[in-house]
């Protein structure tokens, strides 16, 4: 390991230079993660209406919790910026709400702290709301082609359920050496993944920890509002002779206790399954935004 030790810089190429549409990188490659998340606030800072304006800066300065943006400009922007919204929308749709929440942090002037000096404002999670120009699919046509992927349909709002707390990032302990450890739920009514074992190497002498020994601490973690409703397709829609079909939506945050039975709703959403038991499962759409 001799010359290690000489003054010289050494680095790893790593986030800072993708190599989808970096220099010297190629052009055909798979969007990045880090290049997406840099498209995204070049969209929502620099993107302009047909008068000249900038319709989703000044949106985010006005309203800082939610942006609704629509995936028509999304398109004109960056055709691929959009191909992934509508292919991996679990994916790209939390990169969207986080590229909107550092924007909204640079557009908002500093603030002065408890010991007089100037600091970055502390902003919130911002949410991103989707609408679409789209014809409607019918809820008879969407099937395992649709799966994961965005989707638009229509219908009438027929049951709501209660407000209630869902985890986004749910805090571990262990039981043995008290490591803690944060892991993230799945969007909508999907849960955390638990490790089966803790990353902790014993020394010499410990005890090692036992197989599962994660234990979910509730103050420590992180929730948000949810809410299910029931959508029904539209009476004209429904075949002669036929009963009408539903589909169990999931709206979260800024979208609940906004929507009452016997409301027409146009939605945009991610078409998914959840395991509603240990016998079956039943399809579900993840909300994402809803038109009237």
């Known amino acids: 390991m001799s010359g290690w030790d000489e003054g010289a810089v050494f680095y790893s190429d790593q986030a800072q230079f993708p190599r989808s549409g970096g220099p010297g990188g190629d052009p055909t490659a798979d969007l990045t993660r880090h290049s997406a998340l840099r498209k995204f606030k070049e969209f929502l800072r ?25 995936i028509e400009d999304l398109d004109a922007f960056d055709a691929e910026l959009s191909d992934k919204i509508r292919k991996s929308p679990a994916d790209y749709l939390p990169l969207f709400e986080t590229a909107a929440a550092e924007v909204l942090a640079s557009l908002r002037s500093k603030v002065a702290g408890e010991t007089g000096e100037m600091e970055e404002p502390v902003t919130g999670d911002v949410q991103i709301f989707l609408a679409s120009k789209e014809n409607c699919l019918s809820m008879r046509s969407i099937g395992a082609d649709y799966m994961s992927k965005l989707v638009k349909i229509a219908g009438i709002v027929i049951a709501a359920s209660r407000v209630k707390a869902k985890a986004t990032h749910v805090t571990l302990i262990c039981k043995n050496c008290r490591s803690v450890r944060t892991v993230p739920c799945r969007p909508g009514l999907g849960g955390a993944i638990v490790p089966r074992s803790c990353d902790h190497v014993p020394q010499p002498g410990e005890e090692p920890c036992p197989l599962d020994p994660w234990i979910a601490v509730p103050d420590k973690s992180k929730y948000v509002d949810l809410q299910t409703l029931k959508l029904q397709e539209n009476p004209e829609d429904v075949p002669t002779g036929e009963l009408p079909r539903n589909v169990l939506l999931s709206v979260d945050r800024h979208l609940v206790q906004t929507i009452v039975p016997g409301t027409r709703l146009t939605v945009v959403g991610i078409y998914s399954v959840y395991q509603a038991s240990a016998k079956y499962d039943e399809s579900k759409i993840y909300l994402v935004c809803y038109l009237f």
């Open 46 to 70: 620099g993107f302009t209406g047909p008068t000249g304006d900038f319709p989703y800066r000044e949106s985010l300065v006005h309203n800082r919790d939610h942006v609704t943006v629509a």
